[in-house]
């Protein structure tokens, strides 16, 4: 059973837009809600996460909005940039679990210029 | 070096064949980490290694073998693979529960093809 769901697969979206990502979660001891980044040839790497106890993150460019009541999570990406084109996994944990992070299946994310 | 480092990065092997994965990390962390890449599918943790002592076995196949020697290296022993094993095997390490932010630093993956 796969316990994070994530959506779109894939997502196209021109330089200088708006790029969002969906996750949902079943399992409401998770409490750890990190967002991996991976480009190809490389292995993920973290970009943004958020605990529970705020509603939104934001990192420069990247924010994570955060609905516990509906345990769903979302990535955004503003201004999109060429760069920015990869692979994100949402994920979530139990925080003190050794890290059993259960990934989304992930999507695709192409910039065009 | 520094971070996480999977070597060999390639790897071809018939179904008769054994071979090893290796990972080694030069970060301080304590627990480490194998998981199982195929394409659109979620990452698929596989074992769980902390302070050296397996603590997760996700119901992966005996032809999988893990090793953990000391806390900063890792090696994942393969034989009699199937062509369904095919994947990217990624290794990762952090800190442990209650110390650092959590984060899960990855190699670059090894690619298995199994013939």
């Known amino acids: 059973q796969q316990q994070v769901k994530q959506s779109p697969q894939s997502l196209i979206v021109q330089k200088g837009g708006i790029s969002i990502i969906n996750c949902a979660y079943e399992n409401t001891a998770f409490d750890y809600f990190p967002w991996y980044q991976q480009f190809p040839g490389k292995g993920p790497a973290l970009l943004i996460a958020?605990?529970?106890?705020?509603s939104e993150k934001k990192e420069g460019r990247f924010t994570i909005s955060f609905n516990k009541s509906a345990k769903q999570f979302s990535l955004h990406i503003m201004d999109s940039q060429p760069g920015d084109s990869a692979t994100y996994f949402c994920?979530?944990?139990?925080?003190?679990?050794?890290?059993?992070?259960?990934f989304g299946a992930g999507t695709q994310v192409v910039v065009t210029p | 070096e520094t971070g996480v480092t999977q070597t060999p990065r390639h790897l071809v092997m018939g179904m008769t064949n054994k071979k090893s994965l290796k990972c080694e990390q030069h970060?301080?962390?304590?627990?480490m980490y194998w998981y199982k890449q195929s394409a659109k599918k979620p990452l698929e943790l596989m074992f769980v290694?902390?302070?050296?002592?397996?603590?997760e076995n996700n119901s992966v196949p005996s032809r999988f073998s893990p090793e953990c020697p000391n806390s900063s290296h890792l090696f994942l022993h393969l034989h009699t693979l199937q062509p369904e094993d095919s994947a990217l095997y990624l290794c990762a390490s952090r800190v442990g529960p209650g110390g650092g932010t959590g984060e899960l630093f990855f190699g670059e993956g090894s690619r298995l093809t199994v013939l």
């Open positions: 290694y902390n302070f050296k002592e397996q603590t």
């Open positions: 958020i605990r529970p106890d705020v």
């Open positions: 970060l301080g962390h304590n627990a």
């Open positions: 994920a979530a944990s139990i925080e003190n679990s050794w890290g059993k992070l259960q």
